[in-house]
């Protein structure tokens, strides 16, 4: 048995499913941006597997740093949408991959609520970061409203058609239901199965899907177990080591 404590037979050796490749994220959003944030990074140190963190900006080169002997990758949750120059408050593409990150969440709800981001400024900032080597997350899903109103589908069609650039480098995308995004509701596993099902079929297959929406210690394991599923974006789950360590080890 590994250290972690839920394991599979695979091959003759036991692993867990997050070393079978489920990659696992932790999204931080603006929580632990200090001593904290280091001493979370330090707490989960340990891990292995397919596990990025994403800390805000103010400390990602010490995490970046500190990680840097384990098999944890880091990642920071926007980037800006141009190269560099007078833009006041923004952090490049290149300034987050010479912080050492290898990953870049891009096209979040609630930038995309908050910060009034559309599908062709992700699709921008997407191109950006991979012009510099980042993998981008990008995120998508629907609103309560259209869930309720039948129309995730045309949400989702019209979200990836916008804001995916025609290329072939790595790209993740993560479906996160703007509805079970911080609300303890979480979607069901067949819906959750349907529509990663959908978004397979618009993009041929080509990414890796994450599920994303209040994902915890114990829903995690049946939500890996999807097979369309490939891996889990976290957000309020991911603050406690205690339980991000038992999502990434199911
Ligand atoms: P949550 O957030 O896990 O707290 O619902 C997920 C996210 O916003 O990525």
């Known amino acids: 048995m590994t250290f972690c404590a839920i394991s599979v037979l695979y091959r003759y050796h036991i692993i867990s499913l997050g070393a079978m490749g489920k990659l696992i994220v932790g999204n931080w959003k603006m929580n632990k941006g200090d001593e904290a944030g280091l001493q979370l990074a330090q707490d989960l140190l340990n891990l292995k597997g397919n596990v990025v963190i994403c800390p805000p900006y103010t400390i990602l080169r010490e995490v970046t740093q500190l990680v840097q002997k384990s098999s944890l990758k880091v990642g920071a949750q926007d980037c800006a949408s141009h190269l560099d120059g007078s833009y006041t408050g923004e952090v490049s593409a290149s300034m ?3 912080n050492g990150c290898s990953h870049v969440i891009l096209g979040h709800s ?5 910060r009034h981001e559309t599908d062709e400024l992700v699709c921008q900032k997407v191109s950006r970061a991979l012009d510099v080597g980042l993998v981008p997350i990008i995120c998508i899903g629907e ?3 259209a869930y309720e109103g039948g129309g995730t589908q045309d949400v989702l069609r ?3 058609e916008k804001s995916l650039p025609k290329t072939d480098q790595e790209i993740i995308l993560a479906y996160e239901p703007v509805w079970a995004i911080g609300t303890g509701l979480v979607a069901s596993l067949e819906y959750i199965t349907e ?3 959908f978004i397979q079929s ?8 994450l599920y994303g929406g209040s994902v915890n210690a114990k829903n995690a394991s049946e939500i890996l177990s999807i ?3 490939g891996g889990v974006l976290v957000g309020g789950a991911s603050l406690q080591a ?3 360590r038992k999502i990434a080890c199911v």
């Open 143 to 145: 609103t309560r409203e």
């Open 96 to 98: 987050i991959r010479n």
């Open 242 to 244: 205690d339980e991000f």
């Open 110 to 114: 609630e930038a995309r609520t908050h």
């Open 202 to 209: 618009l993009t041929h297959h080509k990414y890796p899907i």
């Open 195 to 197: 529509t990663h099902q």
């Open 158 to 160: 019209s979200q990836l």
């Open 227 to 229: 097979s369309e599923v």
